[in-house]
């Protein structure tokens, strides 16, 4: 069984399109798909159609509808993070993910899904692998501070990146043979104000995480990413950087796969 497990990272996601397309190119399936934010949109777009161009077309077209002129702040005051319960109301996005998903469920898709979220009253990640799709991958995209927390099974939930921003073990519990993990290189940010140095500080936890969830995966595509996560306007150069990174890739890969 070959296990797919795609990182958390807002507009970085479209780098996983690009681990997609090398999948089809070498003829090599992929049983089972694991995302968290980002990812879990990504592993459900493709689950859903199984052809990495149609997830990019989709991907694409809903953003530059939906997201034009809501532009998400990576860096706001703290003032707001203090005064508000969320930047932004589950309500404006909700269409974003409906229309992506519709009323689509797990049991309709092609390949094998399983979304992470975080459960905020247990204080640990949660697999959600049934249901309707759309309120899945909401759930596991709400990024704390950013967006409201929703429901899933009366718990309240937030963004999957949280504690499983590369859902490798979630792949390893469901019986995976080879891992392969689609991630992003990011340099850690300087800082000027206390406030940047809480950021900085969360970076470090994010990639102490990951390097952890990183030790199950057996092949890693691995794409230099220098984009803020909300910098959907970005998305296109994102996916035309990745693909150039999966492609010298491509080779190591299909021997990887061949074994």
């Avoid at 190119?25 to 459900?44: E, L, R, T």
């Avoid at 859903?48 to 694409?60: K, M, P």
């Avoid at 309707?132 to 990024?143: G, Q, R």
């Avoid at 390893?172 to 800082?191: M, N, Q």
Wanted: net charge negative.
């Amino acid at each position: 069984m070959i296990g797919l497990a795609l990182e958390a990272g807002g507009v970085k996601g479209f780098s996983h399109i690009a681990t997609l397309k090398v999948f089809e190119m070498c003829n090599a399936k992929v049983d089972v798909i694991a995302g968290s934010s980002a990812g879990a949109i990504v592993g459900a777009l493709y689950s859903l159609y199984g052809d990495a161009d149609q997830v990019y077309d989709e991907f694409s077209k809903n953003v530059i509808s939906f997201l034009k002129g809501k532009a998400i702040k990576s860096s706001v005051p703290m003032f707001e993070f203090v005064m508000r319960k969320a930047l932004i109301t589950l309500d404006e996005y909700y269409e974003f993910f409906k229309a992506l998903f519709g009323k689509t469920k797990f049991s309709e898709l092609r390949t094998k899904l399983i979304v992470v979220a975080f459960d905020c009253e247990e204080y640990q990640s949660v697999v959600i692998d049934e249901g309707f799709i759309v309120d899945a991958v909401l759930a596991s995209c709400t990024v704390p501070g950013v967006f409201e927390p929703t429901y899933i099974g009366g718990s309240k939930v937030l963004d999957g990146g949280v504690l499983s921003p590369l859902p490798t073990e979630e792949l390893k519990e469901l019986g995976a043979d080879k891992i392969v993990a689609s991630i992003f290189e990011e340099e850690i940010p300087d800082y000027q104000t206390q406030f940047e140095l809480l950021s900085t500080i969360d970076t470090i936890k994010g990639r102490e995480i990951l390097e952890e969830e990183l030790k199950l995966a057996d092949f890693v595509f691995s794409y230099p990413v220098e984009v803020e996560w909300s910098e959907f306007e970005k998305h296109e150069q994102v996916y035309t950087d990745a693909m150039k990174v999966a492609m010298d890739r491509r080779d190591q890969f299909e021997n990887f796969i061949r074994r």
